[in-house]
């Protein structure tokens, strides 16, 4: 297979960035999307080229690291999927492929396709947590939780914090992300205490950060690589509510 | 309250708070429109009966601070979401994951702005402050409304005005309905489907309802 790839290329954060066309042919079609770019800068080496940064770890759609925007989609066009797991069977060959980085006021590029995701960490570090200690193993098995919460909390769980859903709003909110935290941690006893609290910070640290407000439009929920349903938004908004409300 | 506002999700409460209450008012609205169907005595005495009860002119005002509130919110919160992505993508490829309405909402609002005002201002305002006939049903004399309307609706492309923030509005409420409940954290996995039939079926009235009444006086004065 051969294609025309359009990539984003910047230097640093400081520089202006810009698109650099590249053709490539000799693509198998069992390399996944991540192998081809392998592949590409390979190449890029062999001529004395800069090979094309992005991020990825696991490979294996768990560790959230992997985030490229493709063709107008975030972890290219398939769902349910990380970009790690985006097969080049999803191309017809002679396609051109666009990819660029998550592109967010809250996630500045550092380097070609690699953004800085801090600002998710910044907003766990202010309630993604349970302050007391909740005990050894043993001793959470000795609540019970009845199974369709534990589901519900598993399913919220599952985020991988990869920054797909802030790529897919028209208003690049973090609104899903923040909603997997807060429902995974106030539907269990050991977190319940604190959910109203967790709600309040964690929702004014993400509008400190400049990420922008919840249109309800559905896009998240479609490109989250893990399904993360916005039924959790909704419990964040209650969550939210009530807690302004009771104060 | 203050810092409640501040927040993004405060300000998506108001406007989704204000939005059911807009959704409120146009079934009210929609249900005397309806009465023009019946004929002109009992259309005059239904807007008679609103220009003159207690609870309709307590509620005027409100309506008006509503819709203030929904467009003076949804302005805001629209224009700043721009700049939360100050370098934007080169292509965005929204078609299979949201719908088109839910992408377009200040759109599609500003365009029943547009019809809001035209409006208000054909009737509302003439109502108010212009030269009205009367005539006397029993022993009131009441503002002759009917002909005031439906004097209106025999011009073709008024009525395709009509039509148009009709559907825009039906656009807008496809999404706003489902998205309100949404807002308020009134949502889960069982009402989820629920919700966005019933806003469908409500959608869907509204349209054909308020469409259905400038079209039935014009295929009437085209035919008659
Ligand atoms: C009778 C007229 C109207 C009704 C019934 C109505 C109703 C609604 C409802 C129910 C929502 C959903 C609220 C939510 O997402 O929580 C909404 C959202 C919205 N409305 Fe309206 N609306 C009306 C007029 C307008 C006008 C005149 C404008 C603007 C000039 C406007 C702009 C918007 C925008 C931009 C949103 C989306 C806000 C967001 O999710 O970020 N609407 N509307
Ligand atoms: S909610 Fe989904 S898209 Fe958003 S960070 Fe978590 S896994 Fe990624
Ligand atoms: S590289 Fe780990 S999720 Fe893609």
Redesign the interface.
Known sequence: MEFKL?IWRQKNARSQGA?VEYFISGVSKEMSFLEMLDYLNKTLIESGDNPVAFEHDCREGICGSCSL?I???PHGPDDLIATCELRMTKFKSGDTI?V?PW????FP?LRDLIVDRYAFDKIMQAGGFISVNSGAAPEANSIPVSREVADEAFDAAICIGCGACVA?C????AMLFVAAKVSQLALLPQGKPEAEKRARAM??K??EL??????????CE??CPKGI???H??????????A?FKT | MSS?I????????LISITGLFLISFLAVHLTGNLFLLAGQESFNLVAHFMATDRVISFMEPLLAVGFLLHIVFTAY?TI??Q????????????R????WP??N?FVLGGLIFIFLVLHLSNFWYQMQFGEMDYILYGDIWVQDAYSLVTGKFIIWWYVLIYVAGAVFLGLHLL?GF??A?????????VW?GRLMLIGAIYSIIITVGFSLIPVYFLIGHLTG
Do not use: W
């Open positions: 359009k698109f925007y063709n107008g989609r666009i660029e592109r967010a006021k809250s590029v897919a028209k208003n690049s909110s929702v004014a993400m509008d400049g990420f922008g407000s919840c249109s309800n439009t559905g896009a479609a490109e349903s916005l039924a938004i909704a419990r964040l908004n209650r969550e939210f509510l009530l302004v | 409640f501040n927040t993004s999700i405060g300000k998506k409460f919160l700043t979401n700049f939360k992505r100050p370098q934007k993508f080169a292509k965005v490829d929204h299979q994951t949201s719908s839910s992408q909402m999404h489902k998205s409940f949404f807002s308020l954290g009134l949502y889960n996995k989820g």
